[in-house]
């Protein structure tokens, strides 16, 4: 690459390959030269010092050496070029093979007669045979090292194959890591809630699951099962027993997501093995949390991320049929391990990026408190120092990067520290834009408040965020009462605490006609049952944080069926709580909807009746956010079927998705201000009613009803992008 004359560079003799004392080299002359250093290191012969060229089987020196390693050490130190291993990734192959104890499945094993008569050096220390299984690792980071410049040529792939790496390992037994199916993460089912490590097998939940049955549990065996058959590389096994995961629980999208990456991979793995030239492809990474109180909203983030992948890779929309393989990376059991999986992942891509990653869609995690914020913001940090694009779908506080001036002081205070993010782009609105969008509905037809009382939950950051803009908004409205703000759930050293039954008394002694309510959907279902006995004609108005499928009588999870079965039992008074949601079905004409939201349906069913799952906001974000990233990656001329965007490239184009060219995704139009937060984005008011339908005992069912607020179309047409 640097055209530097070979004779200008005499040969070191014995490391260097024979052809390249007639001033002839190519990339097989660098595997010689590796081979005959890793000769040395596991054999002590030195080959310099004897002025040899030839070496003698590895075991004749030292017997430690286990015969696959010989096999790989003979054929990298052939005499003749065309013996010798032709790309680097055979030799990663094979070296990879030798550490599970397996000999090479190639012509590795001719030509080991002895070539030397020296007789074995008896003063090798004993400790030199361990140190073996050392070695092979560092010989994978040797081989990678090889191809550095190539790094960003499609045609120059490598998969990541099955290394046992130390710190990769210790992160994923703590259910942090990157993976595309050799780690398992979602295993809360089956009683693992910090995740099943790398490589894993069926065994750690011996006793709860059987995969041939059905069921979230069993399908995490099914999972582990493919694992662990991945890890050897054994691409069939691994693509039927992710199916039959996907069957056993089709409302889990890490199996789904394993299954299309191990299909890619499996492709790339043929190429390698025939000397083909391998399909391109490129790599997003998902971070999710797998925290209970994460879980949910985890598993709606991973969902919109498949249907992209989904949609990209069988339209083949991207240049050359480019192929989409989803990293999930999981923070863990908690948000604490934000940091040291985004310090990993920025190693990684700063080390050759053999997977091709372009960057991180992040962070899935419902609620941000003051310890998860920072948290993220820790992760931040590190990903901006590593020129990371991180494109969030939804964010849940505004207090990083650069929070706006209206809270600056409020996220001081919280411990928050802005610091400059080039490469930070989120999706949903700010809470500042979202507050003034509630003060706005309360204060407009239909509901013309004139009085209103503010409730927060403080746990959470942006629960604070929102009820105080709200409140600082409607204290500069003409003609509005503002009564006292109320705290509902404070917890200690918070604000003081009121119950929901005095939040009731209090809208009753103040004549409130408006409740603009900032908490969870389990709190607003039951304030809106309090109030209506009290006062049916009081509205209440929740912000995004209590949008859930259970104000409609849909539980999608354990800890919302008892909401669920709260809203379908009070029909009429789910009538009087509105909704102020990012992202709808509802948003689009009825004549116009995206395959997105049928594929969805079909792709995501749950329980034993199939009943199809709606697209969370979440999942609608997460889609854009994965859509969004590619595409900027296209139009910027990044992305071909010979190279990838660098990090540092996409972030620049991501950076010229403006007002002037904005993007069309599921969720609308889609613009960014020099902070990479939306100058604005199309909210949807959600309200609660009948949809015409009733159960098995004649109640009305619940259904949303829908009113779009702000500019949803990026064209006239609202053409969608081309992700979409």
């Known amino acids: 690459a640097l055209n530097i004359p070979l004779q200008d560079l005499p040969p070191s003799i014995g490391y ?10 190519d990339r097989r002359s660098d595997l010689f030269s590796l081979g005959a250093t890793l000769f040395y290191a596991a054999t002590g012969f030195d080959a310099a010092a004897r002025g040899a060229t030839l070496f003698s089987p590895a075991r004749q020196i030292n017997p430690a050496i286990s015969a696959p390693a010989e096999a790989v050490l003979a054929k990298a130190v052939r005499q003749v070029p065309s013996q010798r ?12 093979r030798a550490r599970n104890g397996e000999m090479p499945n190639r012509d590795a094993l001719n030509n080991m007669q002895p070539l030397l008569s020296d007789r074995p050096n008896r003063f090798i220390p004993v400790a030199l045979g361990s140190f073996v299984s050392v070695l092979l690792v560092v010989a994978l980071v040797a081989v990678l090292a090889i191809r550095a410049h190539n790094s960003t040529t499609a045609k120059e792939s490598v998969i990541p194959t099955a290394t046992l790496n130390p710190t990769a390992v210790a992160l994923a037994q703590r259910g942090i890591g990157l993976s595309t199916g050799r780690a398992i993460f979602d295993t809360v089912a089956a009683g693992d809630p910090d995740g099943s490590g790398q490589c894993a097998t069926s065994a ?13 549990a069993n399908a995490i065996g099914a999972e582990e099962a493919a694992a662990q058959a991945l890890c050897k590389n054994d691409f069939g096994t691994a693509i039927s027993d992710f199916q039959l995961a996907t069957q056993d629980d089709p409302s889990n999208a890490e199996p789904q997501i394993y299954l299309a990456d191990t299909k890619i991979q499996a492709a790339i793995f043929a190429a390698q093995n025939t000397h083909q030239p391998l399909p ?11 925290a209970p109180q994460d879980l949910d909203v ?9 249907e992209a992948q989904a949609a990209l890779n069988q339209s083949g929309a991207l240049p050359g049929n480019t192929q989409v393989i989803i990293e999930i990376a999981s923070v863990g059991p908690n948000t604490s391990g934000a940091t040291l999986l985004a310090d990993y992942y920025g190693a990684q891509l700063q080390h050759e990026n053999p997977t091709h990653a372009l960057g991180v869609i992040s962070w899935a995690s419902r609620y941000i408190t003051k310890t998860s914020g920072q948290n993220l913001a820790q992760a931040l940090v590190s990903l901006t120092k590593s020129n990371v694009p991180v494109v969030v779908p939804v964010v849940t506080t505004d207090c990083f990067p650069a929070p706006p001036a209206q809270v600056a002081a409020f996220c001081q205070a919280a411990g928050f520290k802005p610091f400059t993010a080039p490469n930070y782009f989120q999706l949903s609105p700010t809470d500042l834009y979202q507050a003034g969008v509630m003060a706005k509905i309360a204060t407009s037809q239909p509901f013309n408040a004139s009085r209103v009382l503010i409730v927060q939950d403080p746990r959470i950051v942006s629960n604070l965020e929102i009820a105080g803009d709200a409140q600082a908004i409607l204290a500069q409205t003409p003609g509005i009462s503002l009564d006292r703000l109320l705290s509902i759930n404070s917890p200690p050293g918070g604000p003081p605490n009121v119950t929901l039954q005095q939040v009731v008394q209090e809208a009753e002694v103040q004549g409130a006609n408006m409740i603009l309510f900032s908490g969870t959907s389990t709190d607003a279902a039951q304030l809106a049952v309090d109030m209506y006995k009290a006062n049916p ?6 912000s995004a944080n209590a949008d859930d499928p259970s104000l409609i009588g849909q539980s999608q999870s354990a800890d919302t069926a008892q ?7 009070n029909p009429q008074a789910m009538r009087n709580l509105h909704i102020l949601g990012l992202a709808d079905a509802g948003e689009w004409p009825s004549t116009n909807i995206p395959a997105f939201f049928n594929n969805f349906k079909q792709d995501f069913t749950q329980g034993p009746a199939g009943q199809p799952l709606e697209p969370s906001a979440n999942a609608i974000f997460s889609y854009d956010a994965v859509s969004l990233m590619l595409d900027s990656a296209v139009k910027s001329n990044l992305l071909s079927t010979s190279t990838i965007p660098t990090p540092k490239d996409l972030i620049a184009a991501l950076g010229q998705v403006t007002v002037h060219a904005p993007y069309q995704g599921i969720s609308g139009l889609i613009a960014f201000d020099k902070n990479g937060v939306p100058d604005n984005r199309a909210l949807v008011l959600k309200s609660i009613g009948p949809n015409g339908q009733y159960d098995a005992q004649g109640n009305p069912l619940l259904g949303w009803h829908d009113t779009v607020i702000g500019t949803f179309c990026a064209t006239s047409s609202c053409t969608l992008g081309f992700g979409s």
């Not at 909401?563 to 039992?569: D, E, P, R």
């Open 16 to 25: 260097s390959a024979p052809e390249q004392a007639h001033g002839q080299a």
């Open 85 to 96: 291993y032709q790309y680097p990734e055979e030799m990663q192959l094979d070296l990879e």
């Open 204 to 216: 750690q939940n011996t006793g709860i699951v059987d995969i041939s049955k059905p069921g979230a």
């Open 280 to 290: 391109p492809f490129v790599t997003l990474d998902v971070a999710v949390s797998f």
């Open 298 to 306: 985890s598993r709606e983030v991973l969902r919109g991320a498949y």
């Open 537 to 542: 004609s009081v509205q209440i108005l929740a």
């Open 563 to 569: 909401t669920a079965a709260l809203a379908k039992a």
